[in-house]
Each structure stands twice: as C-alpha cells, then as structure tokens.
C-alpha cells in the first residue's frame, strides 16, 4: 500500500515538474519573441536574456547532477543546448547577434519535447 502512494506521489512530482519546465520555457520563448521586433541589445533583448540565463543555469545543473534520473547521453545532449542557448542569448545581449530565431527554435523544441 505505501509503495502504491509513494510511486503516485514521485509520479505527480515528475508530472509538476515537466509542467512547471514547460512553463518556464514557454516564458522564455515568449519573452524572446516580444524582444525580437525591438533588437538586440534593447531593454526587451536583456530582460529576456536575463530570463534565459537563470532559467538555463538552474536546468544545466540540474541536468549536471548525479541525482538527475536522465540517461547519461540525453543530459549531455541537453547541456550542450543549453550552453548553445546561453551563448546566442549572449550574442544577442551585447549586440553581437540578431539572430533570435535560432535561440527561440531551440527553446520551443525543447519545451515542446516536455508536453
């Protein structure tokens, strides 16, 4: 009887989490979507790159964490986009770059894998 609470218990918990990564994610890609028409290195660009950073920071750890339940290869393989996003955002902060799509692209895809 307890094993059947605690496996639903852990599979609630990993249902809110999915849901609330989604979220996150979906919040990005829209932040990055409205500071797309005003440009690089505007207020909107660093609001949203500021965003993308914690958020990217807080799942490349987690991903990085020994305790995190993925399969070796698909956290590096998600640490590796991560890392990618996290530089484009960059890029795009300093007005390197005003390539918003590839970094709006990789986070949908990422947050679309989570629905």
């Known amino acids: 009887m307890y094993q059947s609470s605690y496996a639903a218990m852990a599979a609630d918990d990993y249902t ?14 829209t932040l ?13 660009t660093i609001e949203a790159v500021g ?9 490349i750890e987690d991903l990085g964490s020994a305790e995190n339940g993925l399969p070796e290869s698909l956290r ?21 770059s005003d390539d918003f799509e590839s970094v709006i692209d990789v986070n949908k895809m990422i947050r679309d894998s989570l629905a």
């Open 16 to 29: 809110l989490a999915r849901a609330q990564e989604w979220r996150a994610l979906d919040h990005a890609v």
């Open 32 to 44: 990055l979507e409205e500071a797309r028409p005003t440009g690089a290195a505007s207020p909107e």
């Open 51 to 59: 965003f993308l950073r914690r958020l990217w920071t807080l799942l």
């Open 76 to 96: 590096a393989s998600l640490i590796s986009i991560g890392l990618f996003a996290l530089r484009q955002g960059e890029a795009l902060r300093l007005g390197q």
